[in-house]
Nanobody
Framework: QVQLVESGGGSAQAGGSLRLSCAAYGYTVSRFTLAWFRQAPGKEREGVAVIYPDGGITYYADSVKGRFIISHDNAKNTLYLQVNSLKPEDTGMYYC????????????????????WGRGTQVTVSS
């Protein structure tokens, strides 16, 4: 059974850092497109970063560009999101998602593009 499990969330001060992880079970993700999304209370889920694990190509939302780094360890079947220079507006539930490999377009930052989701890990940033 395909499953994505996030971890690494927590509380941090503004300006701090966290490293989120997403372990994949039940299949090999290197043939897929992977992404991180977040959802703040009362807001829609938004894409923050996309990666092609087999080639290392990455794509970021403007709101996190230069602060967040997405990466993938193929040997561990684990996706990561390094979140730096945190801001209170980064607070929210962070989800990883997967879909079969697709062409890189801005559509890959939309939730509807993904078919497999984790349950999320909470990030809370205080000022």
């Amino acid at each position: 059974q395909v499953q994505l499990v996030e971890s690494g969330g927590g509380s941090a001060q503004a300006g701090g850092s966290l490293r989120l992880s997403c372990a994949a079970y039940g299949y090999t993700v290197s043939r897929f497109t992977l992404a991180w999304f977040r959802q703040a209370p009362g807001k829609e889920r938004e894409g923050v970063a996309v990666i092609y694990p087999d080639g290392g190509i990455t794509y970021y939302a403007d709101s996190v560009k230069g602060r967040f780094i997405i990466s993938h360890d193929n040997a561990k079947n684990t996706l990561y999101l390094q979140v730096n220079s945190l801001k209170p507006e980064d607070t929210g539930m962070y989800y990883c998602a997967s879909r079969p490999r697709a062409l890189l377009t801005s559509e890959l930052l939309l939730p509807r593009a993904y078919s497999v989701w984790g349950r999320g890990t909470q990030v809370t940033v205080s000022s």
